[in-house]
């Protein structure tokens, strides 16, 4: 099955730098890789996804560039804010079938005002 | 987007009581739903999936007769956690597929934290 390694499990930047988030998955198959954001007490929303048909996507400070060669892709935040503030999954799937996720393990990500 | 609504947020209970979670997809119809647990700083662990009209899947080491899946329409689900008990405390979370540019997106509840006494 697929195995989505996330890193780093807490990040920490000063408000209006950028943060990077890292995800490596296993299944060559897998063709489709969202980003959720869940705040404390609260179920994951969806913030951007990928296809495995493009590079790159942005929309305004997020972008989420996709490597399938080496099997990474990673999520970029530009100009955090205090909101941006929560816990971040990547997660991998082949598109078609019972499209189950699989999910990174987390990153904690604080911006410090 | 696609709104999820997962009801109750929040339920506590005795031990060896039932508690039934629902899960609803206001404005689409879902044929697929997923039930998810959390436990506190860890990722989501895949319960079961849910197909509308048929019996669940459940994932490895989930025991289906614990945690009871009925998907009887293309917009709700529900989980109930039979006979709970404390280790049965956990943030319990739902999400259904919609059609999306290109295939299915998945579509996240606010999660119902239960708390076992």
């Known amino acids: 099955g697929e195995n989505v390694e996330q890193h780093p499990s807490t990040l920490s930047v000063q408000e209006g730098d950028s943060a990077v988030i890292k995800c490596t998955y296993s299944?060559?198959?897998?063709?489709?890789f969202p980003w959720y954001k869940q705040e404390l007490g609260k179920g994951p929303q969806l913030i951007i996804d990928?296809?495995?048909?493009?590079g790159e996507k942005k929309d305004q400070r997020i972008a989420v560039t996709l490597n399938k060669t080496a099997k990474h892709f990673s999520l970029h935040i530009t100009e955090t804010q205090p909101e941006d503030s929560a816990v971040y999954f990547c997660?991998?799937?082949?598109?078609?079938?019972?499209?189950?996720?699989?999910f990174g393990t987390g990153t904690r990500l604080t911006v410090i005002p | 987007g696609a709104v999820v609504s997962q009801h109750p947020s929040w339920v506590i209970c005795k031990s060896g009581t039932s508690v039934k979670i629902e899960c609803r997809s206001l404005?689409?119809?879902?044929?697929?739903m997923f039930w998810y647990r959390q436990f506190p700083k860890q990722s989501l662990m895949l319960m079961a999936t849910?197909?509308?009209?048929?019996?669940?899947?459940?994932e490895q080491g989930v025991e289906k007769d614990k945690f009871l899946i009925n998907h009887a329409s293309l917009t709700l689900s529900t989980l109930t956690v039979t006979s709970a008990h404390p280790e049965d405390s956990s943030f319990y979370i739902c999400?259904?597929?919609?059609f999306g540019q290109g295939g299915n997106i998945q579509y996240f509840g606010a999660g119902t934290r239960l708390s076992v006494l």
């Open positions: 997660a991998a799937t082949r598109r078609t079938g019972a499209n189950n996720l699989f």
């Open positions: 849910s197909n509308e009209g048929s019996k669940a899947t459940y």
């Open positions: 299944d060559s198959a897998s063709n489709y």
């Open positions: 999400s259904a597929t919609a």
């Open positions: 404005d689409f119809q879902a044929t697929t």
């Open positions: 990928i296809r495995s048909n493009v």
